[in-house]
């Protein structure tokens, strides 16, 4: 029997400038996703959850909200980018060239850009990178700028939580 640990993520040390990372699953939208996301963030546009408003407005059809898709196409790259992170640090910039609709699915890559150590935080790096998200037609729904402080290894041996069974 072996015992696998938990994946925790990726530290400084494993990114290099140039590399992408292709994330899966894809996530396809549906209309609950985007009404209640609308909703509970008090975006009160007519566009994100009155179908027939949208239908009459210049996209013709409901459009998902924005922050959401930031949200899921930054969630999306957690796991192989920042989620063994201490902080995002800054989003550089946020592009929508192109609009998502309920029903379309998600998917998103990540590019490094940059790396460098931590003056101030030892024992951490910072990460440069941009989030591409697509649709299923591959056309491109999102570019997010990101840098987030990842830990190097070491940071926290000995610190994760244990549990279960010890063989």
């Given at each position: 029997m072996t015992i696998h640990g938990p994946i925790i993520g990726p530290y400084y040390e494993d990114?290099?400038?140039g590399d992408i990372i292709k994330h899966w699953?894809?996530?396809?939208?549906?209309?609950?996703?985007?009404?209640?996301?609308t909703l509970l963030t008090m975006n009160t546009h007519p566009v994100h959850f009155d179908a027939n408003y949208a239908s009459k407005q210049r996209f013709g059809r409901t459009l998902v909200n924005s922050l959401f898709t930031l949200a899921l196409v930054g969630?999306?790259?957690?796991?192989?980018?920042s989620q063994n992170g201490v902080?995002?640090?800054?989003?550089?910039?946020?592009?929508?060239?192109?609009?998502?609709?309920?029903?379309?699915?998600?998917?998103c890559e990540t590019?490094?850009?940059?790396?460098?150590l931590s003056k101030s935080n030892?024992?951490?790096?910072?990460?440069?990178?941009?989030?591409?998200?697509?649709?299923?037609n591959n056309d491109v729904i999102m570019i997010?700028?990101?840098?987030?402080?990842?830990?190097?290894?070491?940071?926290?041996?000995?610190?994760?939580?244990q549990f279960g069974t010890q063989e």
């Open positions: 990114f290099t400038a699953p894809g996530r396809t939208i549906t209309e609950s996703d985007n009404t209640w996301f969630g999306m790259a957690c796991r192989e980018t902080a995002n640090l800054g989003f550089k910039g946020i592009d929508i060239p192109h609009p998502l609709y309920v029903g379309d699915t998600v998917y590019k490094i850009l940059d790396k460098r030892p024992g951490t790096g910072i990460v440069s990178s941009r989030h591409t998200g697509y649709n299923q997010i700028e990101r840098s987030f402080l990842a830990k190097c290894r070491g940071y926290d041996d000995g610190k994760l939580p």
